[in-house]
Structures are given as structure tokens and as C-alpha cells.
């Protein structure tokens, strides 16, 4: 199945190219490209949907890149919607979701990379991370109580300490790039307003109440903080090679095809090919074959 161009190149103008330069203002939270209708947006994701099955089968079959897909976003933005809906047709054996909370006491025992390079995908597959190490530079950067909580020596945390961590994320990033995993990142860009709107709304509709949180209104009280922190973040961690995307996420349906666009995109720039049958395996199939015919059963 064939995807338009147009909408191929959907997620291009949410890509952050001039990270130096990045604000966050300069990006709609409620954009939807002209694609008014959520019925139109449903067909073009059914669209992407059996696109990216097939471009997954070649990935796997490939067996040498590996994909990582990294999702942060403020609460409400709808990180498991997005994985649902955008990866249904995706086969299981070769996808990995990868949930990131607080840290146990283990993972606080370790650098902060740890907890998460041990969920790094294989080659072959598609890892998604729903948060991940930037969480290290965004909730602990606004609650920086929990620096202590982490064990570290006195001397290195210092005024530096986030810069440092920007560079140690940009250097692994590029040593994970040159060791075939490609990185696409998405930030979901949900609006104050909006989140409330749905925090009312696991409120009011019994069959969400368990999806609400305390803490959720709580961190709302952060919001410009966080806001601040995300800015800062992608502006010192976006790259040519691990580049972030900012997705507008007020209206669910259309972040959906946003981001499957880049992932589409992605995956039909790494060039895949199903792996090719030499003669000395097409002489093994057809020996094969010819066994399989002369037996009884």
C-alpha cells in the first residue's frame, strides 16, 4: 500500500532542525496541517499502518539495524494511545515497549544511562521507549530533591550538572548511531488547557477514573517549569542524526499520523531490503523441495 507524499512528509515541519535556536512557543499545539477531518486522519493511518507491517517485516528479516523510538511528553498527552493505535500492526515478536517510572532502588545504585540501555532494542527490531533517560534532565531537573536520592559523590553535582548531562545523553546517542541503532525522538505537545480537559474527563467518565492520579494535579503546579526544562532539553539534545520531533498532541488523531509519518519516513531512508537467496541456498532450497515432493506424507 502506497502512502501520498503530502502525507509521507507530514512530521517534517515538526522536526527540529536549528536546535540552537529552538523555542518551544514556535510550535502549535493544536496544528493539524490542514487535515480537518478525523475520519480522513483514521483512513490515513490505516494507510500507515499496513506500510510500516511491511517495512517492519524487512527490518527483521535485514537483521542489521535496529530502531529506537523515544516518547515524553506531560501527563495526558496521550504517550499510550500513540503506541497503541500507530504500532497495532507491528508483529510483537520483533517490537519491544520499554516503561520507564521512578527508578527502584537498584537502578539508583547505577548511572543514570543504566536502567535503559539494558532495554536497548536488538538489531532487527523497533524499541519504544514510553519516557526515558531525558526524564533524568526533565522531572529530576524541576524536583532537583531527587539528585539526592541518587547516591552522588557531592563533588559532581555542581551548577554544570545538567549541560554534563546533555553531553553524556548527545554522546551516547552518537555511539548508539554508529552502532546501528537509529534514534527518533517525540515530544508530544499537549497544551495546559487540553491536559485539564482531560483530567476533568477521567474524572467525569466512570470507565477513566482509573486512569486519574493525584499526582498529576499536582505536577500541574510545575507546568512552566517543565515547560522551561523541555526547551532547554531538545535544544541541547536535538542532532541530525537523533533528531527531535515536536508533535502537536491536542487533537490525538492527528498526532497519530504525524508521528507514523516519521517513523515511515525512517524506515524507508535506512533503505530495506529483504535478504537476497545466493545459489548456494537456492541449490539447498530446491534439494528441498524435492524431498518434500517425494515423501509419502
Known amino acids: 500500500m502506497k502512502i501520498a507524499k503530502k502525507t509521507l512528509k507530514l512530521a517534517d515541519a515538526f522536526q527540529?532542525?536549528?536546535?540552537?535556536?529552538f523555542r518551544l512557543k514556535d510550535f502549535d499545539s493544536a496544528d493539524i496541517r490542514g487535515i480537518h477531518s478525523?475520519?480522513?486522519?483514521?483512513?490515513?493511518?490505516?494507510?500507515?499502518?499496513?506500510?510500516?507491517?511491511?517495512?517492519?517485516?524487512?527490518?527483521?528479516?535485514?537483521?542489521?539495524?535496529a530502531l529506537l523510538l523515544i516518547f515524553q511528553a506531560m501527563d495526558a498527552a496521550g504517550k499510550d494511545s500513540l503506541i497503541k493505535h500507530v504500532m497495532s500492526g507491528v508483529n510483537p515478536?520483533?517490537?519491544?515497549?520499554?516503561?520507564?517510572?521512578?527508578?527502584?532502588?537498584e537502578e539508583l545504585d547505577h548511572d543514570f544511562l543504566w536502567r535503559t540501555t539494558r532495554r536497548?532494542?536488538?538489531?532487527?527490531?523497533?524499541?519504544?521507549?514510553?519516557?526515558?533517560?531525558?526524564?533524568?534532565?526533565?522531572?529530576?531537573?524541576?524536583?532537583?530533591?531527587?539528585?539526592?536520592?541518587?547516591?552522588?559523590?557531592p563533588e559532581v553535582v555542581t551548577k554544570k550538572i545538567w549541560k554534563e548531562r546533555f553531553k553524556d545523553i548527545r554522546n551516547f546517542e552518537e555511539y548508539m548511531t554508529r552502532n546501528?541503532?537509529?534514534?527518533?525522538?517525540?515530544?508530544?505537545?499537549?497544551?495546559?488547557?487540553e491536559q485539564k480537559r482531560r483530567f476533568l474527563a477521567r474524572l467525569d467518565e466512570p470507565e477513566k477514573n482509573w486512569k486519574f492520579s493525584d499526582a498529576d494535579v499536582h505536577e500541574?503546579?510545575?507546568?512552566?517549569?517543565?515547560?522551561?526544562?523541555?526547551?532547554?532539553?531538545i535544544r541541547h539534545t536535538s542532532t541530525p542524526d537523533a533528531p527531535w520531533?515536536?508533535?502537536?498532541?491536542?487533537?490525538?488523531?492527528?498526532?497519530?499520523?504525524?508521528?507514523?509519518?516519521?517513523?515511515?519516513?525512517?524506515?524507508?531512508?535506512?533503505?530495506?531490503?529483504?535478504?537476497?537467496?545466493?545459489?548456494?541456498?537456492?541449490?539447498?532450497?530446491?534439494?528441498?523441495?524435492?524431498?518434500?515432493?517425494?515423501?509419502?506424507?
Open 38 to 65: 478525523k475520519e480522513k486522519a483514521d483512513e490515513l493511518l490505516q494507510q500507515s499502518v499496513a506500510v510500516l507491517q511491511d517495512l517492519q517485516e524487512k527490518l527483521y528479516a535485514q537483521d542489521q539495524w
Open 93 to 105: 515478536q520483533a517490537c519491544e515497549v520499554s516503561s520507564f517510572k521512578q527508578p527502584s532502588a
Open 245 to 297: 520531533y515536536v508533535v502537536p498532541a491536542d487533537h490525538k488523531w492527528f498526532t497519530h499520523i504525524a508521528v507514523s509519518s516519521a517513523i515511515i519516513q525512517t524506515l524507508e531512508d535506512m533503505d530495506l531490503q529483504l535478504p537476497k537467496v545466493d545459489k548456494v541456498r537456492r541449490k539447498q532450497l530446491d534439494a528441498a523441495r524435492q524431498a518434500l515432493q517425494k515423501s509419502r506424507d
Open 120 to 153: 536497548l532494542p536488538e538489531r532487527g527490531k523497533i524499541g519504544i521507549f514510553n519516557r526515558s533517560y531525558y526524564e533524568e534532565v526533565l522531572v529530576v531537573r524541576v524536583h532537583q530533591d531527587y539528585l539526592a536520592k541518587q547516591h552522588l559523590p
Open 180 to 193: 546501528g541503532v537509529v534514534i527518533r525522538k517525540f515530544f508530544l505537545h499537549v497544551s495546559k488547557e
Open 16 to 21: 527540529v532542525r536549528n536546535a540552537g535556536s
Open 220 to 233: 500541574r503546579k510545575y507546568w512552566d517549569d517543565y515547560m522551561n526544562a523541555y526547551e532547554d532539553m
